[in-house]
Antibody, heavy 122, light 113 residues
Framework: QLQLQASGPGLVKPSETLSLTCTVS??????????WGWIRQSPGKGLEWIGT???????YYNPSLKSRVTMSVDTSKNQFSLRLSSVTAADTAVYYC??????????????WGQGALVTVSS | DIVMTQSPDSLTVSLGERATINCKSS????????????LAWYQQKPGQPPKLLIY???ARESGVPDRFSGSGSGTDFTLTISNLQAEDVAVYYC?????????FGPGTKVGIK
């Protein structure tokens, strides 16, 4: 059974970099031809698509965040990661890692991790 | 960006009755070559992540009860919950995956009357 688990610091200071890792179990990133990604949810902005990564490292980012976002894959650890730089209070949210339903980029989100709450505060 | 809107913001329905949620996109999400609308519906219960219910506007995800149905094409879509059950209390979101950045509606909260 596929499971995704996001982990990382729950508190990040303003102007610093938020780093989260999603550990995948029940599937292999190195052999998967599916897309993976990150979504965040905050009271103010609702659900927001952050970006997508393919196991070969191809990435697609939300233009509103593109200058601050980096996603990567570590197939040896079966993990993919999110880094968001220069954070502000507006980046406070629950961050979900997700798997896409189909083997195409334009696909719904079939599997969601439980989410990791990240608060930006000094 | 494609803007997604939903109506109503919230609704209460008696057990066993029907709930209807509308979703509208600011531009068409229909791929005419495939004749598929790139529209999904999710259910989110308190403290849980969203769960995929419907995709391609009307295809039900595996394991989703058949009282959940989706309809519509182009820019106007509907999620119908027939025979509402207590466990259907949740917030429901629509999402377009036609064009990045993929965007979600603001959600509709469904409760029991």
């Amino acid at each position: 059974q596929l499971q995704l688990q996001a982990s990382g610091p729950g508190l990040v200071k303003p102007s610093e970099t938020l780093s989260l890792t999603c550990t995948v179990s029940g599937d292999s990133l190195s052999s998967s031809t599916y897309y993976w990604g990150w979504i965040r949810q905050s009271p103010g902005k609702g659900l927001e698509w952050i970006g997508t990564i393919y196991y070969r490292g191809t990435t697609y980012y939300n233009p509103s965040l593109k200058s601050r976002v980096t996603m990567s894959v570590d197939t040896s650890k079966n993990q993919f990661s999110l880094r968001l730089s220069s954070v502000t209070a507006a980046d406070t949210a629950v961050y979900y890692c997700v798997k896409y339903l189909n083997e195409i980029f334009t696909s719904p989100l079939s599997t969601w991790g439980q989410g990791a709450l990240v608060t930006v505060s000094s | 960006d494609i803007v997604m809107t939903q109506s109503p913001d919230s609704l209460t329905v008696s057990l066993g009755e029907r709930a209807t949620i509308n979703c509208k996109s600011s531009q068409s999400v229909l791929n005419s070559s495939h004749n598929k609308s790139y529209l999904a519906w999710y259910q989110q219960k308190p403290g849980q992540p969203p769960k995929l219910l419907i995709y391609w506007a009307s295809a039900r995800e595996s394991g989703v009860p058949d009282r959940f149905s989706g309809s519509g094409s182009g820019t106007d879509f509907t999620l119908t919950i027939s025979n509402l059950q207590a466990e259907d209390v949740a917030v429901y979101y629509c999402q377009q995956y036609y064009d990045a950045p993929f965007t979600f509606g603001p959600g509709t909260k469904v409760g029991i009357k």
